[in-house]
């Protein structure tokens, strides 16, 4: 089946760093990726929808210019996270969606586990 | 607008008994319907997806929901639980089959 990969699976930083988190499609292309946060025992939210070759899509509440999305490619959509605060610790996740097949599925990497101190 | 609520925030079963996790939607148009499993340290996995070709859908492992439109309900039941089948369970719906909304999640522990 598809798999989708983050990177890292964990991080740890200080408040006012900046985070990058990667999210690649492996075995496929996507133009659209989705990137959600979950926080413990939540579920999850969508955040963003970020489009490739073009200015990702932020849901209500979410900060542009808090969390900088770039899919420069077919298989990679990046999210900063910028001067990260406590707040911003949360378990972040990408979905891609495959356009090889009929069912628009998404696929779901593993999660990013971030950690601000 | 779409969303779900998922009736139990937390199922425990004993191995080899059925597993029922509940789901209610509500939706402004003919929404497509999922269940997604999540094991720790790993990625959302699709369990099966309703997109109105029949009631009863039949997903992987066993699992398979059916969807009541007069309930506005989409149930996820296996008959036999495993050890294996311990993990999150998300109850989703989509109008469009591009913005997912999930449900708040049930959490299955499988009893020895």
């Known amino acids: 089946g598809a798999v989708v990969s983050q990177h890292p699976s964990w991080v740890i930083c200080k408040s006012g760093t900046s985070v990058k988190i990667e999210c690649r499609s492996l075995d496929f292309q996507a133009t659209t990726m989705f990137w959600y946060r979950q926080f413990p025992k939540q579920s999850l939210m969508l955040m963003a929808t970020s489009n490739e070759g073009s200015k990702a899509t932020y849901e209500q509440g979410v900060e542009k210019d808090k969390f900088l999305i770039n899919h420069a490619s077919l298989t990679l959509s990046t999210l900063t996270v910028t001067s990260a605060h406590p707040e911003d610790s949360s378990f972040y996740i990408c979905?891609?969606?495959?356009?090889?097949?009929?069912?628009?599925?998404?696929?779901f990497g593993p999660g990013t586990r971030l950690t601000v101190l | 607008a779409q969303s779900v609520t998922q009736l139990d925030s937390h199922v425990s079963v004993s191995e080899g008994t059925p597993v029922l996790l509940r789901c209610n939607y509500s939706s402004s148009y003919s929404p497509s319907l999922f269940w997604y499993v999540q094991h720790p340290n790993k990625g959302l996995q699709l369990l099966l997806k309703?997109?109105?070709?029949?009631?009863l859908v039949k997903g992987i492992n066993g699992f398979e929901a059916e969807f009541k439109k007069s309930e506005t309900s989409f149930h996820l039941t296996k008959p036999s639980a495993h050890m294996s089948d311990a993990a999150e369970y998300f109850c989703?719906?989509?109008?469009?089959?591009?913005?997912?909304?999930f449900g708040a999640g049930t959490t299955v522990t499988v009893r020895a």
């Open positions: 309703y997109t109105s070709a029949a009631t």
């Open positions: 989703v719906v989509s109008e469009d089959d591009y913005k997912l909304s």
């Open positions: 979905s891609a969606r495959d356009l090889g097949t009929s069912t628009d599925t998404q696929y």
